[in-house]
């Protein structure tokens, strides 16, 4: 999908309506700034407002991600195309969220290493000690319920047994066996348990 294109369709779409960028973003309930990101090619719209922002434009959400109206004879193979845009770019941001789950895992072993380290072996009262020990574990903790969280919701769990692929709760997530990035969870859909590995695509 080409940003600039949707951009400036937005756009042209708005000064047909004889809307403005505020009027429009106080309709969808956003700021100003958010369609200026849109109409500049910055950023897309938001997934929960697309319907209702090609309501007020008057056009399909095809034409939206298009960036131009598309004729009927085109419509079966833009919409094609649209979808595997947007698995693609999930894909990516799916892909660049694990890579940050790593960084923030890391970051906090070695945070929490550090201070273990830095109170077990420097000359210090033992409640400094306990104080700096008690830091690195909340350092920690939280790191990893971010990492989990991240983890949670990019890309997919697959079940072994069924094939199915979906989104697990939180605490699904959290509570689970798990070596790396498989867990041992129950499948919503045959209800049995298996280890499910981490995929991106269903």
């Given at each position: ?91 990516e941001a799916d892909k660049r969220l ?105």
């Amino acid at each position: 999908m080409d940003q600039q294109k949707i951009g400036k369709f937005i756009a042209e779409c708005r000064k047909k309506h004889g809307l403005t960028q505020m009027q429009l973003a106080e309709k969808l309930n956003i700021t100003d700034r958010a369609v200026s990101k849109w109409e500049n090619g910055r950023s897309l719209p938001d997934s929960s407002i697309m319907l209702e922002l090609c309501s007020l434009l008057g056009i399909t959400v095809n034409d939206l991600l298009s960036g131009e109206v598309v004729s009927l004879i085109d419509y079966n193979k833009e919409s094609e195309n649209n979808l595997l845009e947007m698995v693609k770019q999930k894909e990516e941001a799916d892909k660049r969220l694990l890579f940050t789950e790593i960084i923030v895992g890391l970051l906090s072993s070695i945070i929490l290493f550090s201070l273990v380290f830095t109170a077990s072996f420097a000359d210090m009262q033992d409640w400094l000690r306990l104080v700096i020990i008690l830091i690195g574990m909340m350092i920690f903790s939280v790191g990893i319920a971010v990492a989990i969280r991240i983890e949670q919701k990019a890309g997919y769990y697959k079940c072994q047994n069924c094939g199915h692929a979906y989104v697990p709760s939180y605490k699904s997530v959290l509570f689970a066996m798990h070596v790396n990035r498989t867990r041992y969870m129950k499948c919503p859909e045959c209800h049995k348990r298996t280890w499910q590995k981490k995929v991106l695509t269903k």
